[in-house]
């Protein structure tokens, strides 16, 4: 744009339509504490408790927000005079008359406030639609999928949470954190249900007893030495040892080789959280650039340079006007009237003809005003 206006380009600042959409979503920060930010200036959520229930709201910015009304749902689905069949809040006065004008957090109030004086009710699913898994969950032994395998992270307000759903996860920067809202299913109370070990079968009879007399056999109800000794001689007994011992050898020889392994785990554990790091780093320089695009964008936009260049013509026709004005009134003499006035009209006349054929190129070529 240098060319056209002889000048120097600005410093490229934020458009209005972002200053406004930063502005709502500022404004739906100070709602509820416990808002996330899904993906940023595009989505959030907002936690809060119905009834006895966590409900969720996911808040879908579109891209010509707040041109634009937002687009919210509930989670998890629910029924409500407000909520459509695909869980989309539709029946919220403020939300369908939102404008440009409108309180992002005041309408997200206002559905919240209708949530809890009519707490929505939740929809059953179909038995035939399959449970997620989540970290740590098994598949459900049961055909019927419950609410809480569907959507493990929301369980009645009051409800204890399990110590055995505690779950540490590594963050981008290293640190640990748990995870308490993801319910663990515990596994079945099967010793066959881990490692496919079969307990042989014991004898409901003992056919050396009978060979046995009464003296014999009280010294064996007298003395648990021997009775024990007579158990343990047992081909059952022997085998369950035998097998004890090798599953305990089995154990030990698995728990030297992950020890082995322990060293190059480290390495790989710290090499990934390196690699998170500069993850991290090239999305947040991702995003910066983006920003930064998207101001490019705006700023160049055929129309835009239109508008300025329009500008540029009024300011040099307003200052050959002055210098007119200057040298009727005796201000000047006459050479530097010359000598500035061709100037700037020679400058007003070559910018309105770069604006004139910047019009015809923008209706040739199909550009639409950048909005």
């Not at 992002?104 to 038995?127: A, D, H, R």
């Amino acid at each position: 744009m240098n060319w056209l206006l002889g000048g120097k380009t600005k410093a490229v600042s934020t458009t209005n339509l972002q200053a406004q959409k930063n502005k709502q979503i500022e404004s739906l920060k100070k709602v509820n504490p416990k808002i996330q930010e899904v993906f940023r200036d595009v989505e959030y959520h907002v936690s809060f408790v119905s009834g006895s229930t966590n409900v969720c709201l996911r808040v879908s910015l579109p891209p010509q927000f707040p041109q634009e009304k937002p687009v919210v749902t509930i989670q998890p689905p629910a029924k409500h005079p407000w909520v459509d069949s695909q869980s989309k809040v539709v029946g919220c006065p403020s939300l369908n008359e939102f404008t440009m004008h409108s309180n992002l957090g005041l309408v997200i109030q206002s559905i919240i406030e209708e949530f809890n004086k009519n707490p929505p009710i939740l929809v059953p699913f179909n038995i035939n639609t399959p449970a997620p898994y989540y970290v740590g969950q098994l598949p459900s032994q049961s055909p019927v999928a419950n609410i809480s395998n569907m959507y493990p992270h929301f369980r009645p307000a009051n409800t204890p949470v399990n110590p055995c759903t505690k779950t540490s996860v590594l963050t981008a920067n290293g640190n640990q954190s748990t995870l308490e809202n993801f319910p663990l299913q515990e596994p079945p109370h099967n010793p066959e249900y881990f490692s496919g070990y079969k307990m042989p079968e014991l004898p409901t009879s003992f056919p050396s007893l009978k060979t046995k007399s009464i003296t014999e056999l009280n010294e064996l109800m007298n003395d648990e030495g021997k009775l024990f000794e007579m158990l343990q001689n047992l081909p059952e007994v022997i085998k369950i040892e035998k097998e004890r011992q090798q599953m305990s050898d089995e154990c030990i020889s698995l728990a030297e080789k992950n020890l082995k392994k322990k060293p190059v785990t480290e390495q790989l554990k710290k090499s990934l959280l390196k690699k998170l790091d500069e993850l991290e780093m090239l999305q947040n320089e991702f995003e910066e650039e983006s920003e930064h695009h998207m101001c490019l964008s705006d700023q160049f936009h055929p129309t835009s340079i239109q508008s300025n260049i329009k500008v540029a013509v009024m300011e040099a026709d307003e200052k050959s006007e002055k210098i007119a004005e200057d040298f009727l009134n005796g201000k000047i003499d006459i050479e530097e009237f010359k000598q500035c006035f061709t100037e700037e009209r020679t400058l007003c006349h070559c910018r309105r003809a770069k604006e004139e054929k910047l019009n015809q190129i923008i209706l040739a070529s199909g550009f639409y005003p950048h909005m």
